[in-house]
């Protein structure tokens, strides 16, 4: 059977015999140059899986509640663990009573506090510089017992923070306080969580 289509001829066998045969085995023929042009070749793909990038492969994981991203750090190290000290302490101290979003987020304030330009450029430093916390005296933290149960969910909490692993419930906040205290100034507020107000 031949087919004519915009000046070109394509030949095809119709033989029930050949319909186990790959289709592309016809010939096309240009009216122009009389030459025949090769069959089509189909690419062939490899079936293996590509290299992962290891950006990917370290990825932190995904969680299903921020409950379950505390329960997967409460155990394990950091890569700092005077950082993970500094940011729990702060949590323990700032939020300890409150749910863990509001523990989430203070710990975000000290980040992004960290990574602003506004304030020290590292954790230890944002807790530590002079009239931020006033749990904080003289540049000193308090002593934590760090068995105590809020303490270590504080650094749980911490742990999450500092892996990423949980978006921050108040984006972008530089500050907080209080609910029964007034705005500061004029900052925007961003949430509302337990007892705390944040703001940037």
């Known amino acids: 059977m031949t087919l004519a289509l915009g000046g070109l001829a394509l030949t095809t066998s119709t033989n029930a015999a050949e319909l186990d045969r790959p289709a592309l085995t016809s010939v096309l023929i240009t009216p122009a140059t009389n030459v025949p042009v090769p069959p089509l070749v189909p690419t062939i793909f490899p079936t293996l899986d590509p290299e992962v990038p290891a950006a990917i492969k370290h990825a932190p994981a995904t969680f299903s509640s921020l409950d379950a991203a505390v329960a997967a750090h409460a155990a394990g190290e950091t890569g700092n663990e005077e950082a993970l000290r500094c940011l729990a302490t702060t949590i323990y101290f700032e939020s ?62 911490a742990k999450v923070a500092l892996a990423s692993a949980w978006k921050s419930p108040a984006p972008n906040a530089l500050f907080f306080n209080g609910r029964k205290v007034g705005l500061p100034g004029r900052l925007t507020k961003v949430a509302l969580i337990g007892n705390h107000v944040f703001y940037r």
């Open 96 to 157: 300890k009573g409150e749910p863990l979003a509001g523990q989430l987020a203070v710990a975000h304030v000290v980040l992004n506090r960290a990574k602003s330009g506004r304030f020290a450029s590292d954790v230890c430093g944002v807790v530590k510089q002079r009239g931020q916390f006033s749990f904080v005296r003289r540049g000193v933290l308090p002593a934590v017992d760090a068995v105590n149960r809020m303490y270590r969910t504080a650094e749980a909490v």
